[in-house]
C-alpha cells in the first residue's frame, strides 16, 4: 500500500525556515520521480519542487528558486524541502506526491498518482 505522510509544517516569521519531510511506504521512493506542491487558499495547486524520474534532474518553480531545495535520504525512504527566506506568500497547504513516470512537467499536478495529506505553512508575524 503506497502511503506518504508529510510533516514539519507550523508557524514561522518572515525571513526563517522549515523543513519538510515526506516519509513513504509501500514502495522505494528513489525509483520514482517526486514533487512537492503547494496550495494557498482559494487558488490553484502548484508546483514548488521536483525530481523528474525521466533525467533524475530537479526543477525549481521560479517563486521559490534559491530559497527551497529538495533533497532526498533513500536509507529512510524520505524526502525532504528545505525553505529559507520564507515569506507571507509562502503560507500554504504543502503536499508530496509520487509518480512512476512523468510524461511532460515534472512540475504539474497532472503528472502524479499518489498524494500525502499535506502539511500547513504559515508565513506571519
Known amino acids: 500500500q503506497v502511503q506518504l505522510v508529510e510533516s514539519g509544517g507550523g508557524l514561522v516569521q518572515p525571513g526563517g525556515s522549515l523543513r519538510l519531510s515526506c516519509a513513504a511506504s509501500?514502495?522505494?521512493?528513489?525509483?520514482?520521480?517526486i514533487g512537492w506542491f503547494r496550495q494557498a487558499p482559494g487558488m490553484a495547486r502548484e508546483g514548488v519542487v521536483c525530481?523528474?524520474?525521466?533525467?533524475?534532474?530537479?526543477y525549481v518553480d521560479d517563486s521559490v528558486k534559491g530559497r527551497f531545495t529538495i533533497s532526498r535520504d533513500n536509507a529512510k525512504n524520505t524526502v525532504y524541502l528545505q525553505m529559507n527566506s520564507l515569506n507571507t506568500e509562502d503560507t500554504a497547504e504543502y503536499s508530496c506526491?509520487?509518480?512512476?513516470?512523468?510524461?511532460?512537467?515534472?512540475?504539474?499536478?497532472?503528472?502524479?498518482?499518489?498524494w500525502g495529506q499535506g502539511t500547513r505553512v504559515t508565513v506571519s508575524s
Open positions: 509501500g514502495f522505494i521512493l528513489e525509483h520514482y520521480a
Open positions: 506526491a509520487v509518480t512512476s513516470e512523468i510524461y511532460s512537467d515534472c512540475l504539474s499536478e497532472y503528472e502524479y498518482d499518489y
Open positions: 525530481i523528474s524520474s525521466t533525467d533524475g534532474k530537479t
